[in-house]
Nanobody, 122 residues
Framework: QVQLLESGGGLVQPGGSLRVSCAAS????????MSWVRQAPGKGPEWVST????????YYADSVKGRFTISRDNAKNTLYLQMSSLKPEDTALYYC???????????????WGQGTQVTVSS
């Protein structure tokens, strides 16, 4: 069955950096576009970034552009999100999501992970 397991979240000071990962299994990872979506306390889900199957095309929300980098290792079936210059407003539960189709900035998703908490605070 499809599994998406996020890890790497934690507490970081404003201006700091953190990398979260998503280990995928149960489907052909290299043929699937992937995204990161976050949800802050009391707010709805917010799309963060999408990467295509080959990893050569990426999209970012304006709120994270220039600070976050999405990447993937198809040999390891793993998705990454490198976050830098973190702000308190980046505090959220970060989910990886499996896209239904490739080639879309904000695709529909059929599977989500359980999330990893990122807290930005001094």
């Amino acid at each position: 069955q499809v599994q998406l397991l996020e890890s790497g979240g934690g507490l970081v000071q404003p201006g700091g950096s953190l990398r979260v990962s998503c280990a995928a299994s149960g489907f052909t990872f290299s043929s699937t576009a992937m995204s990161w979506v976050r949800q802050a306390p009391g707010k709805g889900p917010e799309w963060v970034s999408t990467i295509n199957t080959g990893g050569d095309t990426t999209y970012y929300a304006d709120s994270v552009k220039g600070r976050f980098t999405i990447s993937r290792d198809n040999a390891k079936n793993t998705l990454y999100l490198q976050m830098s210059s973190l702000k308190p407003e980046d505090t959220a539960l970060y989910y990886c999501a499996k896209a239904v189709a490739d080639g879309t900035v904000t695709p529909e998703y059929d599977y989500w992970g359980q999330g990893t908490q990122v807290t930005v605070s001094s």
